[in-house]
């Protein structure tokens, strides 16, 4: 079965949402914990590396600057430029023996002649012409040139560096070069005081290792490119602050932090790295410790709130319970208005009884003539039913408890129908009655049926709220009962009244015929206004009405007749069309108020000048044919509805027949017939009509009403009235050749 959330009880489904809003709240803490402790770790950490970093660079440039003393030093010798070149490389000599790190000497004069040279045992690198070129023109020019870096044998790395030589204030006279190695670098490095795991190196200007904290690493010359602080350092870039860019992973396969600084004068880099997990290792255990205390926070929080949960459990519970009765009762009495049909209507009540009183089978007998008649079962099998449908049951074969019980509608709760306590004991053995409600069903204290809901062959009990939920089922059922009966009586009588109403037409007159229909609506619609008559005013004139009043049932029906018999006695005091339609209008106004409207045609035919003269009082456009015509007309409409504006001023109209013309009268079920949600509508009802016309006026109205009905399929939502009115092709009063 599928997993949904509905399913799952409310106490669960807030405990999953409690602890989710901790976790959430728990997550958001610490991510807001560990951003703001690495920022400010990271602020702490980068400082204190740069501190480290500003000490080591002043070591690293006070090298350079004593190199570049020791070899400015020379000019301080009293005319040295004038010194035979024996003496001068005695003096280079000296320099080599009291300095390590200088591995050769050379001196040029400002031509850049060689004077004297000397070097050390350790001296192994010739720096190339260019280098020397480049480093004599720069430093003849006052300034001191310091070369890159070259990794000689054994990757000792050295330098060439070339200083002018100049008397005090004087322009220079010649340069002293030396390679300088650059071991006393890593003495610096190594001086430093790291915690574990961290270290501290110098790389020049193309990102090679030229001294690295850490004596034993194998690592001088190695390029260390591949890692961002590096090349960051390479390209120049300022350090401001740690980045995700300056952790990664040291050749020692550890996470390290990175910062460095550059060192402008030789285009170096010094750069300081640390563990991962000494830089941010104290947000770490202070998220840690705030994660903690936030789940025994959650801990103690879902403890004291599985109380609450408990309380709200039992709260919703009712709720839940309240709300499903609710919303059954309310299913129950929108599908009871959705019908008029009786045994649909207790169909339905069956079915919800047997579902709030969790049973299979329910059965009920409504009350005519004092007997109880089978009615409605629901579950029943087909030897069950039949038992059923003959088991009529007079009030006086019943018990005086059963009948007490009936009366005054109290349920009985039925421990074992085949006790003798049930008012049939054979009927309970068939149909395999144990335990079962019996709930009367009553209408102001009148009884109108009885109902029984069980399991077949189960003993049981039923509960307070299943027998209280049963009554308001019962209230429900008498109403129904009620309903369908009231207005089964209202629409025979309006349907008595309204076929009381329609005229007996006849089938011709002089050279007319004359044909109708009424259509019902369906049984689930009610009784409307439509009617239709005709009256003779003389000899040679005859009224012809076709009307729609508004409304529905026996109040339709008797403003019907109201409307009906006044008209007629308007027509015998004057019978001209707009006298007697606005007197019509005026009386409708004043007696029935704003309660009603009436659509009407009123036309009076001359059956000598084969004539009609009219007036259509908003009613529905008759539909005019000729067959000289060869044409369909609508006849238009003359004036408003009657009943809405006194005194309103209505127009005539006049028809002049000429022999095959058909004319067709309706009211507005016609063209509200639908199919699919589409209405028929005066288009479709006109070609529909044209197709009909070649008939006689019989076969033209079967024909519409065929029609109209096959368009609903079969079902009418409301009264269709039509009238076909037929001048034949040939009068008999013309001879015919």
Same mark, same amino acid.
């Given at each position: 079965?599928?997993?949904?959330?509905?399913?799952?009880?409310?106490?669960?489904?807030?405990?999953?949402?409690?602890? *989710?809003?901790?976790?959430?709240?728990?997550?958001? !803490?610490?991510?807001?914990?560990?951003?703001?402790?690495?920022?400010?770790?990271?602020?702490?950490?980068?400082?204190?590396?740069?501190?480290?970093?500003?000490?080591?660079?002043? $070591?690293?440039?006070?090298?350079?600057?004593?190199?570049?003393?020791?070899?400015?030093? %020379?000019?301080?010798?009293?005319?040295?430029?004038?010194?035979?070149?024996?003496?001068?490389?005695?003096?280079?000599?000296?320099?080599?023996? =009291?300095?390590?790190?200088?591995?050769?000497?050379?001196?040029?004069?400002?031509?850049?002649?060689?004077?004297?040279?000397?070097?050390?045992?350790?001296?192994?690198?010739?720096?190339?012409?260019?280098?020397?070129?480049?480093?004599?023109?720069?430093?003849?020019?006052?300034?001191?040139? %310091?070369?890159?870096?070259?990794?000689?044998?054994?990757?000792?790395?050295?330098?060439?560096?070339?200083?002018?030589?100049?008397?005090?204030?004087?322009?220079?006279?010649?340069?002293?070069?030396?390679?300088?190695?650059?071991?006393?670098?890593?003495?610096?490095?190594?001086?430093?005081?790291? %915690?574990?795991?961290?270290?501290?190196?110098?790389?020049?200007?193309?990102?090679?290792?030229?001294?690295?904290?850490?004596?034993?690493?194998?690592?001088?010359?190695?390029?260390?490119?591949?890692?961002?602080?590096?090349?960051?350092?390479?390209?120049?870039?300022?350090?401001?602050?740690?980045?995700?860019?300056?952790?990664?992973?040291?050749? $020692?396969?550890?996470?390290?932090?990175?910062?460095?600084?550059?060192?402008?004068?030789?285009?170096?880099?010094?750069?300081? =790295?640390?563990?991962?997990?000494?830089?941010?290792?104290?947000?770490?255990?202070?998220?840690?410790?705030?994660?903690?205390?936030?789940?025994?926070?959650?801990?103690?929080?879902?403890?004291?709130?599985?109380?609450?949960?408990?309380?709200?459990?039992?709260?919703?519970?009712?709720?839940?319970?309240?709300?499903?009765?609710?919303?059954? *009762?309310?299913?129950?009495? =929108?599908?009871?208005?959705?019908?008029?049909? *009786?045994?649909?209507?207790?169909?339905?009540?069956?079915?919800?009884?047997?579902?709030?009183?969790?049973?299979?089978?329910?059965?009920?007998?409504?009350?005519?003539?004092?007997?109880?008649?089978?009615?409605?079962?629901?579950?029943?099998?087909?030897?069950?039913?039949? #038992?059923?449908?003959?088991?009529?049951?007079?009030?006086?074969?019943?018990?005086?408890?059963?009948?007490?019980?009936?009366?005054?509608?109290?349920?009985?709760?039925?421990?074992?129908?085949?006790?003798?306590?049930?008012?049939?004991?054979?009927?309970?053995?068939?149909?395999?009655?144990?335990?079962?409600?019996?709930?009367?069903?009553?209408?102001?204290?009148?009884?109108?049926?009885?109902?029984?809901?069980?399991?077949?062959?189960?003993?049981?009990?039923?509960?307070?709220? =299943?027998?209280?939920?049963?009554?308001?089922?019962?209230?429900?059922?008498?109403?129904?009962?009620?309903?369908?009966?009231?207005? &089964?009586?209202?629409?025979?009588? @309006?349907?008595?009244?309204?076929?009381?109403?329609?005229?007996? #037409?006849?089938?011709?007159?002089?050279?007319?015929?004359? @044909?109708?229909?009424?259509?019902?609506?369906?049984?689930?619609?009610?009784?409307?206004?439509?009617?239709?008559?005709?009256? &003779?005013?003389?000899?040679?004139?005859?009224?012809?009405?076709?009307?729609?009043?508004?409304?529905?049932?026996?109040?339709?029906?008797?403003?019907?007749?109201?409307?009906?018999?006044?008209?007629?006695?308007?027509?015998?005091?004057?019978?001209?069309?707009?006298?007697?339609?606005?007197?019509?209008?005026?009386?409708?106004?004043?007696?029935?108020?704003?309660?009603?409207?009436?659509?009407?045609?009123?036309?009076?035919?001359?059956?000598?000048?084969?004539?009609?003269?009219?007036?259509?009082?908003?009613?529905?456009?008759?539909?005019?044919?000729?067959?000289?015509?060869?044409?369909?007309?609508?006849?238009?409409?003359? /004036?408003?509805?009657?009943?809405? !504006?006194?005194?309103?001023?209505?127009?005539?109209?006049?028809?002049?027949?000429?022999? /095959?013309? !058909?004319?067709?009268?309706?009211?507005?079920?016609?063209?509200?017939?639908?199919?699919?949600?589409?209405?028929?509508?005066?288009?479709?009802?006109?070609?529909?009509?044209?197709?009909?016309?070649?008939?006689?006026?019989?076969?033209? !109205?079967?024909?519409?009403?065929?029609? %109209?009905?096959?368009?609903? &399929?079969?079902?009418?939502?409301?009264?269709?009235?039509?009238?076909?009115?037929?001048?034949?092709?040939?009068?008999?009063?013309?001879?015919?050749?």
């Amino acid at each position: 079965m599928a997993w949904r959330l509905q399913d799952i009880r409310l106490g669960t489904r807030l405990i999953i949402l409690l602890f *989710l809003a901790i976790i959430v709240s728990s997550a958001g !803490v610490a991510i807001f914990l560990i951003q703001s402790g690495q920022r400010s770790e990271r602020v702490v950490a980068f400082h204190l590396a740069q501190g480290i970093l500003g000490a080591e660079s002043e $070591n690293v440039d006070g090298f350079i600057g004593d190199v570049e003393t020791v070899l400015t030093s %020379v000019s301080l010798f009293p005319h040295f430029a004038d010194l035979q070149p024996d003496l001068q490389r005695d003096v280079l000599r000296n320099l080599l023996a =009291q300095f390590s790190y200088l591995q050769r000497l050379a001196i040029r004069d400002k031509t850049g002649e060689s004077l004297a040279l000397a070097r050390s045992g350790t001296a192994a690198w010739m720096p190339p012409s260019a280098v020397t070129s480049q480093a004599f023109n720069t430093a003849i020019a006052g300034k001191m040139f %310091v070369s890159d870096v070259h990794y000689a044998a054994g990757k000792q790395p050295v330098i060439l560096i070339m200083v002018p030589i100049a008397p005090p204030g004087g322009r220079p006279v010649g340069t002293i070069a030396a390679i300088v190695g650059l071991g006393p670098l890593q003495s610096i490095l190594e001086d430093v005081h790291l %915690v574990q795991e961290s270290a501290i190196y110098v790389v020049d200007s193309r990102g090679q290792v030229i001294a690295h904290s850490e004596l034993g690493r194998q690592v001088v010359g190695r390029s260390f490119l591949k890692y961002p602080v590096v090349r960051s350092a390479v390209a120049g870039r300022p350090d401001t602050a740690f980045t995700k860019e300056d952790i990664y992973t040291d050749p $020692n396969s550890n996470r390290v932090v990175g910062t460095y600084r550059q060192l402008p004068e030789t285009g170096w880099s010094i750069i300081i =790295q640390q563990p991962e997990s000494v830089v941010f290792g104290p947000n770490y255990r202070m998220v840690g410790f705030a994660l903690l205390w936030t789940i025994l926070f959650a801990l103690l929080f879902g403890l004291l709130g599985l109380y609450l949960i408990r309380r709200i459990e039992e709260e919703h519970d009712i709720a839940v319970k309240s709300e499903r009765e609710a919303q059954t *009762l309310y299913r129950v009495s =929108q599908t009871l208005a959705s019908t008029l049909d *009786l045994e649909e209507r207790l169909a339905v009540i069956a079915e919800s009884l047997a579902n709030l009183c969790e049973t299979s089978k329910s059965a009920i007998w409504t009350i005519e003539r004092n007997t109880l008649i089978p009615t409605v079962s629901l579950g029943l099998s087909p030897d069950e039913e039949t #038992v059923f449908r003959r088991t009529e049951i007079h009030m006086e074969e019943l018990s005086e408890a059963a009948r007490n019980a009936i009366t005054t509608g109290k349920p009985i709760c039925l421990e074992d129908a085949q006790t003798g306590e049930f008012p049939y004991r054979e009927f309970a053995v068939r149909l395999h009655i144990r335990s079962a409600l019996a709930l009367p069903i009553n209408l102001e204290h009148e009884p109108t049926g009885l109902a029984i809901t069980y399991n077949p062959d189960e003993v049981r009990t039923f509960t307070d709220d =299943q027998v209280r939920l049963a009554q308001a089922l019962a209230s429900q059922a008498a109403m129904a009962i009620e309903n369908v009966r009231a207005y &089964e009586r209202e629409r025979r009588i @309006a349907e008595t009244l309204q076929r009381a109403l329609l005229p007996t #037409v006849p089938p011709s007159i002089d050279d007319f015929e004359i @044909a109708d229909k009424y259509a019902a609506a369906s049984s689930e619609a009610v009784i409307g206004g439509d009617f239709y008559d005709m009256f &003779e005013i003389t000899s040679d004139k005859v009224g012809i009405v076709i009307a729609d009043v508004s409304g529905k049932g026996l109040s339709a029906g008797v403003h019907t007749a109201m409307v009906k018999y006044m008209l007629r006695a308007y027509a015998v005091d004057n019978p001209d069309p707009v006298m007697l339609v606005s007197k019509l209008n005026n009386a409708v106004y004043k007696l029935s108020g704003k309660e009603m409207f009436i659509t009407l045609f009123y036309g009076m035919l001359d059956i000598v000048k084969k004539e009609m003269i009219y007036v259509n009082a908003g009613h529905e456009l008759p539909l005019l044919y000729g067959e000289d015509r060869k044409m369909c007309t609508r006849l238009a409409t003359t /004036g408003t509805a009657l009943g809405i !504006v006194e005194d309103y001023k209505f127009e005539m109209e006049k028809i002049d027949f000429l022999p /095959g013309d !058909v004319l067709l009268f309706y009211t507005d079920g016609a063209t509200d017939a639908r199919r699919d949600g589409e209405f028929l509508g005066i288009e479709g009802l006109e070609s529909m009509f044209c197709s009909a016309v070649s008939g006689d006026a019989h076969q033209i !109205v079967d024909d519409m009403d065929r029609g %109209v009905r096959e368009y609903a &399929e079969g079902f009418l939502r409301d009264d269709i009235a039509l009238l076909v009115l037929k001048y034949r092709r040939h009068p008999r009063h013309v001879k015919q050749s």
